[in-house]
């Protein structure tokens, strides 16, 4: 079923919901919403009362809704006037759910409640059985308790140990101050199941087809992505909604505004239209030395990028055996490691399985991966071991292989693959080029191949031998994009950097002293410059962003400690400023303090200060950022190629080695 089919199903769900809901008891008094002073406040709920409802009139946003409406219905947390609204598509057994809400925590408590707001929306997944029930209860609790309950349903659910089961659920109710016997009658009092329709409705109209999955002041982000690509564009929202308020728009239709800027609407499709694929197109994915399973002569190649410890990875196994066997020699699989960076255990096991190959052949490889993928016995040391030694694998060799990530070359060529087909997320499958994302049901991989071995057969009836099938194809093939280049001007004469002098590859880090994120990419860097001994420069240069109040005076700072005691002293100074990572530690009294542990002088330094003696510099490079079209931090242009925010460093290593190659 195409996006379009599924969203005219979802809004006529939405019609007959709200069709039904004159039967519902009205809203208890106090459970319209508390007319705002203009203060940032919390989200206020419907009252907390047994016979609070989610009614049509709750549901409604006021004024100007934008494209992604925020309701009183929607549990939300910090101010309903923070200029940057996170409104997230989420399923209570995701476990990518569970992972991003990890994440949005860290942010806001970075932003705090004045600056970032997040807001809920339910959208459980069909295969998620547990999924459903428990958004019921979770809409149930908001509108009994408030979002206090909610929230505190909620993070239960998403810090417990284990995976969503009605014993977590139960144990969540309690923590929300709610019994479990309680809550089949409140989820029908309070038309919490109207309610999770009406936000399923919602995500159909916006183009929303998995968990989780998160508009930022409109923008659209998939998955559960580092929290530096959020604060990549929270930051820069932050600043758009700053221009807003210059420009006189009040705070509270700032979210409205910049929403309907931002949301790009979901392309049209055909009826037939590929759901998870990208509409035929035949990408570049080299077969390599990857390990292979199936016959060269076969007419369909299936590349899988997949990670060890991803429960989709896991659940799509099945899927591939039967295709394996329905197929046989007309079918090849080949493994590819995409060990993602918030599963500590996928690398280590990616090691082993890398491991079995080379002490016993490729057979030896697919009989580690079958047990590792069962997942029976987990991932930790322990459990390798076992499975290297039901190998009879050299254990120690093993181990020596784990704990030195002996095989990471290959498996960061694999990641760095990944990244240029924009795989981000596993499983992901190439079938003769052709992209198909994450655990789909069977039909979908046989209508693929099915139509990829018609065209197989008819090209080795026009005369191509049967082994060159994938080669002949893959000539064809779309090459992946490469990253990104922005025209940024050298820096000036004397500015700081470190690394080689004269290396072939100059990295421009644009950067604010007040960013948790740059400090992380600050250590990025260093690691940077040891993997590529006497061929990279890292020169740093300022973007202090206006919403962090004490970036600027820190930048002047740091130049001062240049204009005295030269790039030691800046880096120095550098260092100091990123070491605490908050704003008590940039401050005037900080910066002084500082100043007079690397032996500056004390008045020079007071002077350049209040004289703002390098203003002009630090403003030079961040007109330079902006004219290049950088407007977070951090931000690297790497010999042009442009890389935000604070990536991996295979993420720079992949970037400069293409660097290298043009310079040589």
Not at 98 to 105: A, S
Not at 159 to 168: I, K, Q
Not at 222 to 245: H, K, N, S, T, Y
Not at 608 to 626: G, I, K, N, P, Y
Request: with cysteine; glycine share 8%; aromatic share 6%.
């Amino acid at each position: 079923m195409s996006r379009r089919a599924i969203a005219a199903v979802a809004w006529l769900l939405l019609l007959f919901a709200l069709a039904c809901s004159s039967a519902l008891p009205p809203p208890p008094p106090g459970a319209s919403q508390a007319k705002s002073s203009g203060a940032p406040a919390r989200q206020p709920g419907p009252a907390a009362d047994p016979g609070a409802t989610l009614d049509e009139e709750v549901m409604v946003a006021d004024g100007d809704p934008g494209p992604v409406p925020v309701t009183r219905a929607d549990p939300a947390r910090g101010g309903r006037l923070a200029p940057v609204t996170i409104v997230v598509f989420s399923d209570f057994e995701c476990p990518f759910c569970k992972h991003l809400g990890r994440t949005l925590r860290q942010l806001e408590q970075r932003y705090g409640a004045e600056r970032l707001r997040v807001v809920w929306k339910n959208f459980p997944l069909a295969f998620h059985k547990q999924a459903r029930p428990t958004a019921e209860a979770a809409m149930a609790v908001f509108a009994h308790a408030g979002p206090k309950a909610f929230w505190a349903f909620h993070d239960a659910i998403f810090t417990a140990d284990e995976r969503l089961s009605p014993e977590v659920e139960a144990a969540a109710l309690r923590g929300a101050g709610v019994t479990p016997g309680q809550i089949q009658q409140l989820v029908q009092q309070s038309g919490a199941a109207k309610k999770v329709d009406a936000d399923m409705a919602l995500a159909g109209r916006l183009g929303v087809n998995g968990t989780p999955a998160s508009f930022i002041n409109g923008v659209l982000l998939v998955g559960a992505q580092p929290a530096e690509r959020f604060a990549e564009i929270i930051d820069a929202q932050l600043a758009a909604a700053q221009a807003l308020r210059a420009e006189g728009t009040p705070p509270e239709k700032i979210y409205a505004e910049l929403a309907k800027k931002n949301f790009a609407p979901p392309a049209e499709e055909p009826d037939d239209a590929e759901e998870e694929g990208d509409g035929g197109v035949v990408h570049l994915v080299p077969v390599g030395d990857s390990p292979v399973r199936g016959a060269e002569t076969a007419l369909v190649t299936m590349v899988l990028f997949s990670d060890y410890q991803c429960p989709f990875c896991r659940r799509v196994t099945p899927t591939v055996e039967k295709l394996r066997a329905q197929y046989g020699d007309k079918l090849r699989v080949v493994w590819k490691d995409h060990p993602l960076p918030f599963h500590p255990r996928a690398e280590p096991a990616a090691e082993l399985a890398r491991e079995a190959r080379a002490q016993k052949g490729n057979d030896a490889f697919w009989q580690a991966n079958d047990r590792l993928l069962a997942g029976e016995a987990g991932l930790d040391d322990a459990a390798l071991e076992a499975v290297a030694a039901d190998l009879r694998l050299n254990v120690n060799a093993v181990k020596r292989a784990v704990a030195s990530h002996k095989h990471a070359a290959k498996i960061e060529a694999d990641v760095d693959l990944a990244d240029d087909l924009g795989a981000q997320g596993t499983p992901h499958f190439f079938i003769n080029g052709r992209s198909l994302v994450g655990a789909q049901p069977i039909e979908k991989f046989q209508a693929i191949i099915d139509e990829e071995i018609a065209k197989a057969e008819a090209m080795v009836v026009a005369g191509t031998p049967r082994a060159k099938v994938y080669e002949a194809i893959q000539k064809q093939a779309v090459p992946p994009a490469p990253p990104p280049k922005v025209s940024v001007p050298p820096a000036p004469k004397g500015h700081p950097s470190k690394g080689a002098a004269a290396g072939k590859v100059v990295i421009q880090v644009f950067s604010d002293f007040q960013c948790p994120f740059c400090a992380r990419a600050a250590a990025t860097m260093d690691e940077l410059i040891k993997a590529f001994p006497g061929k990279v420069r890292v020169v740093y240069r300022h973007l202090p962003l206006p919403f962090h109040p004490e970036a600027q005076l820190a930048a002047e700072a740091a130049m001062e400690a240049l204009a005295q005691k030269g790039p030691a002293g800046f880096w120095k100074m550098h260092d100091l400023l990123f070491k605490a990572n908050d704003a008590s530690n940039l401050d005037r009294a900080a910066l002084e303090q500082h100043a007079a542990s690397l032996g500056l002088d004390a008045a020079r330094f007071a002077k350049a200060l209040d004289e703002h003696t390098h203003r002009a510099a630090v403003e030079a490079d961040a007109q330079a950022a902006r004219s290049a079209g950088i407007t977070g931090t951090p931000g690297f242009v790497i010999n042009g190629y442009l890389v935000s925010g604070a990536q991996p460093l295979a993420k720079f290593k992949k970037v400069v080695r293409r660097a290298l190659s043009e310079a040589n």
